[in-house]
């Protein structure tokens, strides 16, 4: 039975929203895929190619070409892979039984299933944390070089997944220097040190861009300062929580606990660490330094981590036999609960493009950057396509004259607006406003109290998410009646 309800978690929150549009991140990985990492654009934006995850999707390309659900497969193996270890991490940590609860409290996080069907880095981050964090307890456990070495190839790799990634070092530290100071590993302190200062040697190289990259951060910054409202709602308390109502229920009902004994302390450090890591180090690294990293997507690293927690808190608690059925009802609950939607972007580039080509090739089309970094200088009217600011027009081309504008309204900016609406779309006797759906509602009502369009109609093309297509046309001329003789 666990294994159908697995079958259909996975069509149903994975599959099946892996077909639709692109976000605009997404688009951006189909940038770098086709003008390269070195494209002089990405100059504005540094930090956008510094990951190994855009040799895979080149790979989903040549493939399957420029296919959302093509592109997205790499990121569905990526978190399977992730899921499977994690489930290992159970057995092992945990309780034998218990790597059904693991998987299926991941597939209860929304940030976990839109992730797996994201074409960006972060399924495959966790995938290689997760497998770092596995061979190194099974090295620790087993003092085998294989495994030694495995723990040492995937650590290597995960900061070149995403340069966000760091904090999980720090758990991987702890808990190793942890088992090492309390004697329950057979390896040695200099195997230990040794391992970990190869970690470090390859890593000089990421870290030296790491810092180079920090001191334009300010410049990148797309959400406000976190509070510690939402550092306590990114821990995922519900499901925490859950977890250990489920597994103090069942035991009351069952009137006994858990019979294998107590789970380490040391695999605690590393659930709850896994767990606590990023949102605790990005939000101290929010507030220290006045550059906000605090962005779910971000965060998502730790998500498995939060599984884990929740099945270790619940392993405190439930009786053995009771570990697959319980993971059962979680599975069931996890599809009744996402039975709405699973977390995904609500984005449809796609169809907002579409809704513009039933117009005239000759239609001005405004398209307002959707990335914080198009301001001048790097932004102008005469900024080069293809080019990073506006990635979505080169996965999502729009048939129309286009006019482009920066990602916040400036000075600059409306200048060349009054400009345009004076010289040039009063002529064409329409024209589209096409972008995200903030800065579109911006430059709608910017457009909306020119004298030029008093006397003009506008609606929008349809729903799209946060996109948006506004079309501005002339109202018909009406003419006089006819009087009748």
Known sequence: MLPLVLAVALIKLWLIPAGASFWVDETVTAFVVHQGGEDASLAVAPQVPKSIYYGVARMADGLFGTSEFGYRIPSMLAAALALFLIGRLAARLIHPDAAWFAIFACLSLKGVNAEATDARPYALGFCVAAASFLFLVRWLDGNRWLDAALFVAMATLLWRVHLIFWPIYLVLCLYALIRRVRGETEVSWLRVLGAFALVGIALLPVAM?????????????????????????????????????????????????????????????????????????????????????????????????????????????????????????????????????????????????????????????????????????????????????????????????????????????????????????????????????????????????????????????????????????????????????
Not at 348 to 368: M, N, Q
């Open 209 to 485: 861009d790491a810092i180079a990259l920090n001191r334009g951060a300010g410049d990148h910054v797309i959400v406000d300062l976190p509070r510690f409202h939402d550092l306590t709602a990114s821990l995922k308390g519900a499901l925490i929580g859950s977890c250990a109502m489920a597994g103090v229920f069942i035991w009351m009902i069952a009137g006994q606990k858990s019979e294998d004994g107590k789970i380490s302390s040391t695999a605690a450090v590393l659930a709850l660490g896994w767990w606590l890591v990023q949102p605790a180090s990005l939000f101290a690294y929010s507030r220290f330094t006045g550059n906000s990293l605090f962005v779910g997507r971000y965060l998502s690293i730790g998500l498995p981590g939060a599984a884990l927690a929740g099945t270790l808190l619940a392993g405190w608690f439930l009786p053995a036999r009771f570990w697959k059925p319980a993971a059962l009802v979680l599975g069931l609950g996890a599809l009744y609960v996402l039975r709405h939607g699973a977390g995904q972007q609500d984005s449809d580039w796609r169809g907002a493009s579409a809704s513009i080509a039933r117009y005239s090739p000759e239609t001005p089309v405004i398209c307002p950057s959707p990335f914080i970094e198009a301001k001048a200088p790097e932004w102008s009217p005469g900024y080069h396509l293809p080019g990073f600011l506006y990635a979505h027009l080169a996965t999502y081309p729009v048939r129309g004259r286009i006019f482009l504008f920066p990602y916040r309204k400036s000075a600059a900016a409306e200048r060349y607006a009054a400009k345009l609406s004076r010289e040039t779309l009063p002529a064409s006797g329409r024209f589209v406003i096409y972008g995200g759906a903030y800065n579109t509602h911006v430059w709608r009502n910017w457009f909306r109290e020119r004298p030029e369009f008093a006397g003009w109609n506008e609606r929008s093309l349809g729903q799209f998410g946060d996109v948006d297509a506004v079309v501005f046309e002339r109202r018909p001329a009406i003419l006089p009646a006819r009087s009748e003789r």
